[in-house]
């Protein structure tokens, strides 16, 4: 079921779109045909956002703490977006219509701040989630870096790798980010020369008795002698929407949990 339906609304970005639309480039006209009144330039960084599920970094009016969210759906026909319910859900209902929300983003490695309003709310299954008004301006600079979150020694998330020859690895996440990984490796033996650019099954054990699995290519390996702890740094190779909804989600987790203690 479409979100807009929820509000009495028609979502227009999913399954309207063309074959030949989702196949253009995001630099086309034919990339952005039939967006109406929306700024192309806008709806093709939010739409992003939305494939990639990014997660939210959300502050409103009058409380420091951060919230966390997610896009759930895009409306161009009505100028509107769909959030996810923010995280930790501690606004009441009947105060959050009309909040003004600050939002902040990373899209492909660039920062994407914008602000917006809730307009209506809706429920799913349960859970809440938000309209909000499709926003006029985006602070989205065109430049490329890569953004990982740390993850502290003190969370000790798991991770383990079966390569190609049957070797086992296993040892904790160091970062985290959409595209990829950090371990530290703690069993198994690392042959750099060998493994480098191979592929291999990778499972992150998650707080909450889920997992991570998916293929990655090994990229760059750190293989000191002892004492130091050798270093795996890999990309996700053909990530399933589940498992980068769940990379997503852990990765605002461990910010929004950072920024508590700061």
Not at 41 to 49: F, Q, R
Not at 206 to 217: C, F, G, K, R, Y
Not at 222 to 230: I, K, M, S, T
Request: net charge neutral; charged share 25%; aromatic share 6%.
């Amino acid at each position: 079921m479409s979100f807009f339906n929820l509000f009495g609304r028609r979502s227009v970005d999913k399954a309207e779109s063309s074959p030949h639309q989702e196949a253009a480039s995001d630099h086309t006209v034919a990339a952005t045909a039939g967006l109406g009144s929306v700024e192309p330039e806008i709806y093709v960084v939010l739409k992003k956002a939305l494939q990639y599920h990014c997660p939210l970094t959300i502050h409103l009016a009058n409380r420091p703490e951060p919230y966390t969210s997610a896009i759930l759906e895009i409306s161009a026909e009505q100028r509107l977006l769909v959030i996810d319910d923010l995280t930790p859900n501690t606004v009441p209902a009947e105060l959050a219509l009309g909040l003004s929300l600050n939002i902040r983003a990373i899209v492909e490695g660039v920062e994407l701040r914008f602000s917006t309003k809730v307009t209506q709310i809706g429920a799913q299954k349960g859970l809440r989630c938000y309209s909000v008004e499709f926003p006029t301006y985006v602070s989205y600079e065109q430049r490329r870096r890569q953004y990982r979150v740390a993850v502290p020694l003190t969370q000790a998330i798991e991770v383990h790798f079966v390569l190609p020859d049957d070797r086992y690895l296993a040892g904790d996440l160091k970062d985290l980010s959409v595209g990829g990984l950090c371990a530290r490796i703690r069993e198994g033996r690392l042959e750099p020369a060998l493994d480098s650019h191979h592929l291999a099954s990778c499972r992150v054990l998650l707080p909450n008795q889920q997992s991570i699995v998916t293929d990655v290519e090994l990229l760059d390996f750190d293989a000191p002698e002892r004492p130091r702890v050798p270093r795996l740094r890999a990309r996700f190779v053909d990530i399933s929407p589940t498992a980068a909804r769940r990379v997503a989600q852990l990765c605002a987790e461990i910010e929004r949990m950072q920024r508590q203690f700061r």
